[in-house]
């Protein structure tokens, strides 16, 4: 596990809470829908972000959200630079966070198996 410097979780925090400001107000692309901004992570050096975000829809839409996120990276770059206040702006780069899909899968597994372990334990 990646040693945990401060200062750059900071600025990830930072980030994530301007972008989805940025993302929800100014951006105006119809292919970026209702996403949810749902981690950042910001090199040590500050250089670069993973941007993790999130979407209700379908394989495709998720795509085509993620592309028009990549597209749009020098506009929102550009509007991070005018509300936060570094030496550098890191490049961004958009990652579709299946982390929230993952434990919305889980959780059904779980619930089906409580359903089904509660009917046997009925029977006897």
């Known amino acids: 596990m990646p040693k945990e410097f401060p200062r750059s979780r900071r600025i990830g925090e930072q980030i994530q809470r301007e972008l989805s400001d940025i993302i929800r107000l100014d951006l105006k692309d119809p292919r970026v829908g209702m996403i949810t901004i749902t981690d950042v992570e910001v090199s040590q050096d500050h250089a670069h972000a993973r941007i993790f975000f999130t979407l209700l829809g379908d394989a495709a839409r998720i795509k085509e959200s993620g592309e028009a996120l990549q597209h749009a990276a020098g506009f929102l770059r550009s509007q991070l630079a005018h509300r936060i206040k570094l ?4 490049q961004l780069q958009f990652k579709y966070d299946v982390s929230v899909e993952r434990g919305m899968r889980l ?3 779980i619930d089906a198996a409580v359903a089904t372990d509660s009917e ?3 029977d006897k």
Do not use: A, D, Q
């Open 120 to 122: 046997h334990s009925g």
């Open 107 to 109: 959780s059904r597994l």
């Open 87 to 90: 030496r550098t702006v890191p």
